[in-house]
């Protein structure tokens, strides 16, 4: 019943623009830090950002600092990932997670969506 649900993700252009949605249902979405996640060919599963339950702290990997922006609609249960300026690094499958804590680390993550393709390229 718990779910979490990304979308938004495609093919884009090296500079270009995409938004991740992350929809949820089956929990108290409110009382949870939401978390993106990211996995490239080949790589490991590495932090993107997350989200306090109030929207008021937020945090970003050193990778996509100034570039990239989450935020949250309570009302609507869905969590959002603005991507600018993308770069071909950006290409992975990007998860949404939930979890009671601020913190990237994978374990302390209860729920996971099942991944975005995002790919960039010429």
């Known amino acids: 019943q718990v779910q979490l649900v990304e979308s938004g993700g495609g093919l884009v252009q090296p500079g270009g623009s995409l938004r991740l949605s992350c929809a949820a249902s089956?929990?108290?979405?409110?009382?949870?830090?939401i978390a993106w996640f990211r996995q490239a060919p080949g790589k490991e599963r590495e932090g993107v950002s997350y989200?306090?339950?109030?929207?008021?702290?937020?945090s970003y990997a050193d990778s996509v600092k100034g570039r990239f922006t989450i935020s949250r609609d309570n009302a609507k249960n869905t969590v959002y990932l603005q991507m600018n300026s993308l770069k071909p690094e950006d290409t992975a499958v990007y998860y949404c997670?939930?979890?009671?804590?601020?913190?990237?680390?994978?374990?302390?993550?209860?729920?996971w969506g099942q991944g975005t393709q995002v790919t960039v390229s010429s």
């Open positions: 089956g929990f108290t979405f409110n009382y949870y830090v």
């Open positions: 997670a939930a979890g009671p804590k601020l913190t990237m680390r994978e374990y302390e993550y209860n729920y």
């Open positions: 989200i306090y339950s109030t929207g008021t702290i937020t």
